[in-house]
């Protein structure tokens, strides 16, 4: 199976600053990739996919990259309702894989 | 509106059996392909199994495999995903979730239920 590895655990950012959350996959995924927003007590949202795709409705301050291994997720600017949890997954073979989360909180 | 409604959780012993069902409505389910994933309180999130539009596919994680069955009702509209020797460690909010449009295979996850709260204890 794919490993998803994200980094950090927990990201402590200021609003209003720029966040960088990575995602490494043990092998290639070439760009099958996406991106969810959780927040406490509600279901996962989709943000990115194809690895840089917006999902419908996204604010344009996020933005995904990457392909093969290596991914990142940037939020510049961080709004106050952008402190969740963010997942990312890969869906380029099963079984599909989710990363173990980047907690981002309010410095 | 597009709305995925799950429903079926419950308390269970060790090693007994549920079944949950998903109900999609406002969503062409049957040229949707359907899967399952689990979130153990605190923790992150953990697919568990997949299913072709047909039903035809199925595919599963490996902590699954040859315990739970995933399966679909065109017809109803609803999605099923049969656990039996369930576990201790299991206990977990169990959504159904639905593949982006034009993903066959894999994919994103585009619309997810509001999970429904599996239990499983003595």
């Known amino acids: 199976e794919i490993v998803m590895t994200q980094s950090p655990a927990t990201l402590s950012v200021s609003p209003g600053e720029r966040a960088t959350l990575s995602c490494r996959a043990s092998?290639?995924?070439?760009?099958?990739v996406a991106w969810y927003q959780q927040k406490p007590g509600q279901v996962p949202r989709l943000l990115i996919y194809g690895a840089s795709t917006w999902a419908t409705g996204i604010p344009a301050r996020f933005r995904g990259s990457g392909s093969g291994t290596e991914f990142t997720l940037t939020i510049s600017s961080l709004q106050s309702e952008d402190f969740a949890i963010y997942y990312c997954q890969q869906y380029s073979k099963w079984p599909l894989t989710f990363g173990g989360g980047t907690k981002m909180e309010i410095k | 509106q597009l709305q995925l409604v799950e429903s079926g959780g419950g308390v269970v012993q060790p090693g007994r059996s549920l079944r949950l069902s998903c109900v999609a409505s406002?969503?062409?389910?049957?040229?949707?392909?359907m899967n399952w994933v689990r979130q153990a309180p605190g923790k992150g999130l953990e697919w568990v199994a997949g299913i072709s539009v047909d039903g035809g596919n199925k595919y599963y994680a490996d902590s699954v495999r040859g315990r739970f069955t995933i399966s679909r009702d065109n017809s109803k509209d609803t999605l099923y995903l049969e656990m039996n020797s369930l576990r201790v460690e299991e206990t977990a909010v169990y959504y159904c979730?639905?593949?982006?449009?034009?993903?066959?295979?894999?994919?994103?996850?585009?619309?997810w239920g509001q999970g429904t709260l599996v239990t499983v204890s003595s």
């Open positions: 406002g969503i062409t389910f049957r040229s949707s392909v």
């Open positions: 092998q290639n995924v070439n760009t099958n």
């Open positions: 979730a639905r593949n982006g449009p034009g993903y066959s295979y894999g994919g994103p996850f585009d619309y």
